[in-house]
Each structure stands twice: as structure tokens, then as C-alpha cells.
């Protein structure tokens, strides 16, 4: 076998894992109700604070052990599976979408309307992510809706910036003019000419940004910013955590890992698409 | 030679004795030097969860925001106080005190030779000063109760004496200038004061404590330093007492372990912890009643029918929240804001705290016409001192869940949720609160106002008979009249089911060595810091 053969199979292997790890994920996310004995809401505060089942006074019954509030933590876990996918799969469809559209008319008419939406994405790209996602869920209050919302709005000038600058090297090619030549509007040559070519960098940035998403998603659940309580989401488990380190470290621990997992996976599987589709886009 | 060495030995010889005779004869005719003088020693940190604002002026901000602490070790009283929470004649400035026949004043007849930290003498004039400058309306005096109303002016007799004239009965007067109450009776120096004027003042204050302000680091710590001798407290046991602002529990933790504090502000679920790694914990039993506000009972909201709060009391397993949630370190009550050092003020002892009946609490609902529940919302939030407050929230909404009521939890810090409360804009909302608990039948009274009294700020009532519960015991001109009412106002809240009450916790520190007893009292709003540094 050729050394570069070898080498592609690797890479493989390599990629099950974090395939492996993604496909648990969303397994478990879309067939929570049938995973858990559970509810992910319901208290019982005698049964607070267990421990995993491998230590002494854990049981197989709550095999991660319970929260301060006595629920399971393996039913939170994959509840919070699922809020961190929808919240990511949301946000990066509205964000995605609206940066991709700006850019593409950014980056096709050019001139003061290129200049005007690509000050707006600087002045967003600048602004500290967190702050400005917190301010937005402070006045509109915590919910699903106002944390997809506020991820989104800080999401969508990486994709702005970036299909822009796809388009402003695509609108020069020849299919473009010859489009223009037969005819077409400017509003379907976009859709139809230039969107399909873009289509390739858009999936690969949208891949690379789902771990990114899980991130923040988290960091303002943990700040106590993002969907309020009961709903279990991996950030605000590991707040609840946070006073029992020293005592009952499952509490954060497993969120955490869950929380490193995925994101790892993502990247890894965002990479090799990224490779795949087109090595061209490595510096993303 | 040899003659005249033996004649110069002879001579030293003579000069030795000579000297060992003198040096015996001055030891013999000394003075013994007697036991080495007693002086303040060492350090003694205190890391506290709050500090307020730290300004070192006793009607600056509210005593229950941390600051009554240093202020104790700074200022002495009008009125001095026993640790369980009585006046005393024994403590205070005032070394007795007499009520008028008619009612309408009261004599004060003060210590003389009580210091101020520069020396000079605190008299009447200075009383008259600080009293006066209660009622400045950038004066912040929240626990004058009755007094406020009733005060018409100071009268300077002698240097040694003073008479608060009154506009009408206020039996209480004694207790609201005592340090068993707030820091309303504090005696600040009136020449030094409108010589440097407020702001000066707050950043060098002088008092007539035990203690004088030696560093105030805003946001960081209080440094005091001790005197060689006060009159009341003797040779205090520590040369500096240090406040240092630590809201962080983990890091209060720390600073114990490390050396870096002597005594720490103590969460109840952390005890065990604390206690399994060799350390003290002192508590302050039943400090605080705990309750879940129903807030605007007058709109027409669901919690404006008794039935229903009835039913909501019946639906929360108390005896599980304090075990769990506040681990233990509690019992449930019957009804906030009196909690079981009331009895001593007239509450009913009798009144139990409501069962957990989630049956009978849906039987309730459903009288009301609320068979299928309702929705509402329970707001969460954290403070340094009740960091069980947000799973409080979580637990209620639980157990209000399994009856129907759907609580949906609204996390808000507690600064916008009192602008809300006074805005009154939580229609049949509810809202997590403590108060401390009280033993006096007046302290009852006043906390009854702020929350029950239809005119009130922070009210959450607008109920007549409450109103003239509470108005004709701010107006009794008798001690056991007002205890009576108290017991009265008791029961009527009970029956009501006016809050959701969940119980009175403990208030913990944790010690090193340094510590060897404490009791932390029963005086409003303080740990009874003046136990720890006297001998």
C-alpha cells in the first residue's frame, strides 16, 4: 500500500470517532424521551447530590450521579443535548442565512452598499461577543428564542465577510457575464449562478461554527444569560456545579466533558470537510 | 615588682568584692517590675460577604447591607444593649433614662468622661447633634419606627443631660436608639463633624468606640485599630480588626484555610466541610425567616383570593427545603415576617407552620375556581448571604408545578426587583425574601409595616383590618397593648396566608484558633462583633 494511501485511510479511522461522537449526540437528542426513565425538570431533593455509580453510595439507577436539586444528570445531559443542537442548528441557519445573503449582495453590487454592510460586520465582529449577546438577552429576557437571536446577531458578519469575498472573485468570471449578456436579473444571477457556487464554503463555515456556537450557547447559560431554569442546558449545569467542586465534582464535570467532546468532534469533522469539499478554504 | 603585683591583686581583689556587694544592694533596693501592662495585640480578619457601601457614617445606608459591624466597633450607642437583644443602662452613653407621665418625652442623663478617638468630650450637644441629623432628609434611618413621627426636638438640660420632646407617645424610643436595634443611635462628633463636613468625615470618621477607622479601602476592606483602653470594653484583646470585602464564598473558603482570614461568613451547606477540616462554625440560630412574597394582593390576580394562598402554603414541602435546600440548618415557621423570637414580642406560640397537603391545597384551587391551575412567575436570584435562594426558586416551582400552578422562573437580580416592588409592577408575582428574625414587639410592628401597611412602599397587602392592626400599635402607649396586637397581627396574617413561608435558617462564620467562644446575639443585623474583641 502507497504511504499516501495508507495515509488517506488514517485519516479515516480518525474521522469515525468524531463522527461516532456526533451521531450519539443527535441520536440521543431527538429520542431523549425514550433514553430516560427521567423527567429532566422534576426534583426530588432526598435523592440530591449522588454520586456516579462507580462511587461509594452511587447506584446504577443514576448512573452520573444527580444535580443539586436530586435530578439525574445523565437525563440532563441529553436533554441538553438537544437545547445545544437546536440552539446551534437555529442560530446557524438565521445567521448564516442573513450573513450569507449580505454578502452575496455586498459582494455582487459592490460600491457604498459592499462598503456600508461590511462596516456594520466590522463593528459587530469588534464588539465583545459575549457582552453584546448578554446585553441582548438582558433586555429581551432569556428564552430559546432571544439566545438564538443573540447568537445569531454576532454570527452572521463571519459569513458576510467571508461569501463576500467569494463573490467579489466569482462576479468577474465569465458564466457571470455571459448571464448578464443572455439577460438575467442581477436577483437571479445571484440565486441561481453564484449561489451554488458558494455553496460549498457556506456548509464548511457552517460545519466549523457548530462547535463555536455549543460554546457560546453555553458560556451565557453558565452566566446565568441564556434559556433560564429548569431547562437543563451543559452551561448552566455546570454553573450549578460550581459550588461543589470540592464535593460533588460530577456535577460540573460531566457537562463539561460532554460540552469538550462535541465541539471536538465538530471541528474535526468540520476540517475534513472542509478538506474534502475544497482544500483551497484551509486558512478558515 | 613582685611586691607590687601582689599589692595590685590585693586591690582588684578588694574591687571585685567591692562591686558584687554594690551590684547585690541595688537588686536588693529595686522596685520589682510588677506584671508587664495589658495592650491590645495581633490581628483579627474578618472576610464578610457584604460591607454595603462603607461609609462609615451611621445614617449613611442601611445597617442590614454589612456595615453595622464596623460601626459597632467605631461609634458607641445612646442606649446600650445585651447580647440577647434587651436595652441596656450598663453599655450605652446613656447611663439612665426616664419616660414622661404624659408620654410626650424622654430624659436622657449621660456617662461623663466618654472619649471621642481626638480626645474631646462627647456631651448632650453631641447626642442632640447626631439625633438631629436623623431626620436630614439624605439621612438614611430606616428602623426610627415610631419615632419618626413622633419626634419634635432636643432639649440640652446640662452637659450631662438631654430630654426628647415628642409630638406624641413613642414607648419604644429607648430600643430605637440602642444597638440592639440599627445604627440609628450612634452619637457622631458634632464639632470635629461640621468642621470637616460629611464627605470628610465619612473618609476619616471619629467615633468614641473601642475602635478607631485606620485605612477604608472602598470595595476592599475596613482596617480599625484598637485604643489602649475604653470604658466600656477595657483593653480591647486586638490591636487591628480588619473587614475585608470577600463575596465569593469559595475564596472566603480559601482565605480561612490559608491563614488569610480568622473568620469567615459561612453558607450552610458548606458547615460539614468546614468543620470536617478542623475549623469552628458559630451560629446564629433561626437568624433569618424565609418566605416566598405574593406580591399586589389587591390587583386581580389568583393570589388575591386567601383560598388560594392557602392552597400555595399547602403545597410546598417545607421540612424538604430545609433540609435540603438550606441542609438542615433550619425549621420551618408558621408565618413570615415573625419568626420564634417573636414570642418574646407577643406572637402566637401556638401557630404552626402550614402542613405539606398537596390534596387539600388542589381541593383549594379548585374552590377558587382554579381546577386547572393558573400561570404565574417566581423571579430568582441570588444574594452573598443566601446563596440557596435561585434553588429555593427552582424547588418552589416544583412543588407549585405538582398542584398546577405554573410558575415560570424569571432569573432578575434583587436591586431591579426592588425598583419593581416599589414600582409595583409584579401583579401576583412571586418573590423570595428574608428578614431577620425579631424579638421585639416594636421591631415586629415596624417590619409589619413595611410589608403589610396598604400605604407602604414595599407593601404587598392593601388590607384595612391589617392597617389598623399596625396603626393602633404604632400609636400604643402600652408595652403589653402592643404585644397583644403583635399576637393579634400574628394570626390574622396566618389565617390569611399572607406569604409563603418556608422557615428561619441559621447564620453561620467559621473560626480558626483565634476564636475560642462566641455568641453571636440577638441584636438586629449584627454578629455581636464587640464579643470578640473583648477579653
Not at chain 1, 485511510?9 to 470517532?17: A, E, P, Q, S, V
Not at chain 2, 446563596?387 to 422562573?409: M, Q, T
Request: charged content about 20%; some cysteine.
Amino acid at each position: 500500500m502507497s504511504p499516501l494511501k495508507r495515509f488517506r485511510m488514517g485519516r479515516r479511522w480518525f474521522l469515525l470517532i468524531p463522527l461516532s461522537i456526533i451521531t450519539v449526540m443527535i441520536t440521543t437528542a431527538v429520542l431523549a424521551e425514550f433514553l430516560t426513565p427521567y423527567s429532566s425538570t422534576e426534583i426530588s431533593l432526598a435523592n440530591r447530590l449522588r454520586p456516579p455509580f462507580w462511587e461509594q453510595g452511587g447506584s446504577l439507577s443514576h448512573p452520573l450521579g444527580t444535580d443539586p436539586m436530586g435530578r439525574d444528570l445523565l437525563t440532563r445531559m441529553i436533554y441538553g443535548a438537544r437545547i445545544s443542537l437546536v440552539v446551534a442548528m437555529l442560530a446557524l441557519l438565521v445567521g448564516g442565512g442573513i450573513g450569507a445573503a449580505l454578502g452575496l449582495i455586498a459582494g455582487y453590487y459592490g460600491g457604498r452598499l459592499d462598503a456600508l454592510v461590511m462596516r456594520v460586520a466590522d463593528t459587530t465582529m469588534a464588539f465583545p461577543i459575549i457582552l453584546f449577546a448578554i446585553l441582548f438577552v438582558v433586555v429581551l429576557g432569556g428564552s430559546m428564542v432571544t439566545t438564538v437571536f443573540a447568537v445569531a446577531l454576532v454570527l452572521w458578519a463571519r459569513y458576510a465577510r467571508v461569501i463576500r469575498g467569494e463573490v467579489l472573485s466569482l462576479r468577474e468570471r465569465d458564466f457571470v457575464a455571459q448571464a448578464r449578456v443572455a439577460g438575467c436579473s442581477s436577483s437571479r444571477i445571484m440565486l441561481i449562478h453564484l449561489f451554488p457556487n458558494i455553496l460549498n464554503t457556506l456548509v464548511v463555515l457552517l460545519s466549523l461554527q457548530v462547535g463555536w456556537v455549543i460554546i457560546v450557547e453555553a458560556s451565557l447559560s453558565f452566566l446565568g444569560a441564556g434559556i433560564p431554569p429548569p431547562t437543563p442546558t451543559w452551561g448552566s449545569m455546570i454553573a450549578e456545579g460550581r459550588d461543589y467542586i470540592a464535593t460533588a465534582w460530577w456535577v460540573s464535570f460531566f457537562p463539561g466533558l460532554a460540552i469538550l467532546a462535541t465541539v471536538l468532534s465538530f471541528n474535526l469533522f468540520g476540517d475534513w470537510l472542509r478538506d474534502a469539499l475544497d482544500p483551497k478554504l484551509r486558512q478558515m | 615588682m613582685k611586691q607590687w603585683c601582689n599589692v595590685l591583686l590585693m586591690w582588684l581583689g578588694v574591687a571585685a568584692l567591692g562591686l558584687m556587694a554594690l551590684s547585690t544592694s541595688i537588686e536588693a533596693g529595686a522596685p520589682s517590675p510588677g506584671p508587664a501592662a495589658v495592650k491590645p495585640t495581633g490581628e483579627l480578619r474578618i472576610a464578610s460577604a457584604f460591607l454595603g457601601a462603607q461609609r462609615m457614617i451611621p445614617w449613611a445606608e442601611v445597617p442590614s447591607g454589612g456595615i453595622k459591624q464596623p460601626l459597632l466597633l467605631v461609634y458607641d450607642t445612646l442606649v446600650g444593649c445585651t447580647d440577647d437583644g434587651n436595652v441596656s443602662a450598663e453599655s450605652g452613653v446613656a447611663q439612665r433614662w426616664e419616660e414622661a407621665a404624659d408620654k410626650l418625652s424622654w430624659t436622657f442623663w449621660l456617662r461623663k468622661g466618654v472619649l471621642f478617638h481626638d480626645g474631646t468630650e462627647l456631651t448632650a450637644e453631641d447626642v442632640q447633634f447626631s439625633i438631629d441629623s436623623l431626620f436630614d432628609p439624605k439621612a438614611v434611618a430606616p428602623l426610627l419606627g415610631p419615632v419618626k413621627g413622633a419626634y419634635k426636638e432636643i432639649e440640652i438640660k446640662d452637659p450631662a443631660t438631654i430630654v426628647i420632646h415628642l409630638k406624641q407617645p413613642a414607648i419604644f424610643l429607648p430600643w430605637n436608639f440602642s444597638c440592639a436595634t440599627g445604627a440609628e443611635g450612634m452619637i457622631l462628633p458634632k464639632k470635629y463633624f461640621q468642621r470637616v463636613g460629611a464627605d470628610s468625615f465619612a473618609r476619616a470618621p471619629i467615633g468614641s468606640g473601642p475602635y478607631r477607622v485606620a485605612k477604608n479601602t472602598i470595595g476592599s476592606a475596613i482596617q480599625l485599630e484598637a485604643l489602649d483602653q475604653h470604658w466600656r470594653d477595657g483593653v480591647p484583646k486586638f490591636k487591628t480588626v480588619t473587614f475585608m470585602l470577600v463575596p465569593e464564598e469559595s475564596t472566603r473558603m480559601a482565605q480561612l484555610r490559608t491563614g488569610e482570614a480568622d473568620v469567615i461568613a459561612l453558607s450552610r451547606e458548606k458547615v460539614p466541610e468546614v468543620k470536617a477540616a478542623g475549623f469552628q462554625v458559630f451560629s446564629k440560630l433561626n437568624d433569618q425567616v424565609i418566605a416566598v412574597y405574593m406580591q399586589q394582593q389587591w390587583d386581580p390576580v389568583p393570589v388575591a383570593d386567601t383560598r388560594v394562598r392557602q392552597a400555595l402554603n399547602l403545597a410546598i414541602d417545607k421540612e424538604a427545603i430545609i433540609k435540603f435546600v438550606f441542609a438542615g440548618q433550619g425549621v420551618p415557621a408558621p408565618m413570615y415576617p415573625i419568626g420564634s423570637y417573636g414570642v418574646a414580642g407577643g406572637a402566637d406560640a401556638a401557630l404552626q407552620p402550614y402542613p405539606y397537603d398537596p390534596q387539600r391545597a388542589k381541593q383549594l384551587l379548585a374552590e377558587a375556581g382554579y381546577s386547572n391551575g393558573f400561570d404565574t412567575k417566581i423571579y430568582s436570584y441570588v444574594t452573598a448571604d443566601l446563596p440557596e435562594l435561585n434553588r429555593l426558586s427552582e424547588a418552589v416551582a416544583d412543588y407549585l408545578g405538582r398542584v398546577g400552578v405554573r410558575a415560570k422562573i424569571t432569573p432578575m437580580d434583587r436591586a431591579a426587583l426592588s425598583t419593581k416592588r416599589q414600582a409595583k409592577t409584579l401583579a401576583g408575582d412571586l418573590l423570595p425574601w428574608s428578614t431577620p428574625n425579631r424579638s421585639l414587639a416594636i421591631h415586629i410592628v415596624t417590619i409589619m409595616h413595611t410589608l403589610h401597611h396598604s400605604q407602604a412602599m414595599f407593601t404587598s397587602t392593601a388590607d384595612p383590618a391589617l392597617d389598623q392592626m399596625i396603626d393602633r400599635a404604632l400609636a400604643a402607649t402600652d408595652v403589653a397593648e402592643v404585644e397583644r396586637l403583635v399576637g393579634e397581627m400574628h394570626r390574622y396574617l396566618y389565617d390569611h396566608a399572607n406569604n409563603i413561608t418556608i422557615g428561619e435558617i441559621h447564620t453561620n462564620y467559621a473560626t480558626n484558633q483565634k476564636i475560642a467562644q462566641w455568641d453571636l446575639g440577638r441584636n438586629l443585623y449584627d454578629n455581636n462583633p464587640r464579643y470578640l474583641i473583648r477579653r
